[in-house]
C-alpha cells in the first residue's frame, strides 16, 4: 500500500522560497502515475497546484504557474516542491498526492503539512 | 477554469436519515468519446486528508460503503449517504478532471 509523507518547514517568511519534500513508500515512483501537489487554506476549498510524471514532465496551475516547481528524484523515490515569492495568501496546508494513472483523480494522500507564511 | 459550486455549503442531518450534498460545475465534464463523467467525490474527517470516495461521478472505491452513492451527469451531480453513520461526520468536496486546471468545490461540512 502506496503512503506518501510531506516533510518540510512550518514557517516562512514573506517574500522567501518555500521547498517542501513528499517521500513515497510502498510503491516505486517510476512504476507509473502521476504525482502531485494539493493545498488547503484556511477556511476555504482544495487548490491543485502542479503535478509530474516520472519522467519528469510536469503541468502546473496557471494561477501559479510563475511561482511554481515541482521536480522528482526517482533514486530517493521521492518528489519536491519550491513555490516562490510567498505571501500570507500562501498560508495553508500542503498535500502530497498520487494521481490516477490515465485520469485525473487522487487516490493516495499524504497526512499534510501546515505552512505558514508571516514574518 | 471549470468553477465547482457545492450546496449547500453545511448540512445537519439526523442519524439513519438520508444526505444529499450538490455539486455544479460551470461546464459540462461529461466527455462524449467515453460517455463518462469526469468528477471526483472525496471525504475528509477532521486532522486528516481527504480520502477519495468516487470517481467517474457514480464509481464507488473498493471498501467504500454502499450507503454513499453518486449521481447526475453533465453540469450537475449529487452525493447521497442513504443512511447517515456517526462517521460519516466530514468536509466532502467534488472535483473534476475533465480539464487542467483540476478544480474543486469549496466543500460541504456534514452534521449530525
Known amino acids: 500500500q502506496v503512503q506518501l509523507q510531506e516533510s518540510g518547514p512550518g514557517l516562512v517568511k514573506p517574500s522567501e522560497t518555500l521547498s517542501l519534500t513528499c517521500d513515497v513508500s510502498g510503491y516505486s515512483i517510476s512504476g507509473g502515475y502521476y504525482w502531485g501537489w494539493i493545498r488547503q487554506s484556511p477556511g476555504k476549498g482544495l487548490q491543485w497546484i502542479g503535478s509530474i510524471f516520472h519522467s519528469g514532465f510536469t503541468y502546473y496551475n496557471p494561477s501559479l504557474q510563475s511561482r511554481v516547481s515541482i521536480s522528482i528524484d526517482t533514486s530517493k523515490n521521492q518528489f519536491s516542491l519550491k513555490l516562490t515569492s510567498l505571501t500570507a495568501a500562501d498560508t495553508a496546508i500542503y498535500y502530497c498526492a498520487r494521481r490516477s494513472g490515465t485520469y485525473g483523480w487522487f487516490d493516495s494522500w499524504g497526512q499534510g503539512t501546515l505552512v505558514t507564511v508571516s514574518s | 477554469d471549470i468553477v465547482m459550486t457545492q450546496s449547500p455549503e453545511s448540512l445537519t442531518v439526523s442519524l439513519g436519515e438520508r444526505a444529499t450534498i450538490n455539486c455544479k460545475s460551470s461546464q459540462s465534464v461529461l466527455f462524449g468519446a467515453n460517455n463518462q463523467n469526469f468528477l471526483a467525490w472525496y471525504q475528509q474527517k477532521p486532522g486528516q486528508p481527504p480520502k477519495l470516495l468516487i470517481y467517474?461521478?457514480?464509481t464507488r472505491v473498493s471498501g467504500v460503503p454502499d450507503r454513499f452513492s453518486g449521481g447526475g451527469s453533465g453540469t450537475n451531480f449529487t452525493l447521497t449517504i442513504s443512511s447517515l453513520q456517526a462517521e460519516d461526520v466530514a468536509l466532502y468536496h467534488c472535483?473534476?478532471?475533465?480539464?487542467?486546471?483540476?478544480?474543486f468545490g469549496q466543500g460541504t461540512n456534514l452534521e449530525i
Open positions: 472535483q473534476q478532471y475533465y480539464r487542467s486546471p483540476y478544480t
Open positions: 467517474w461521478a457514480s
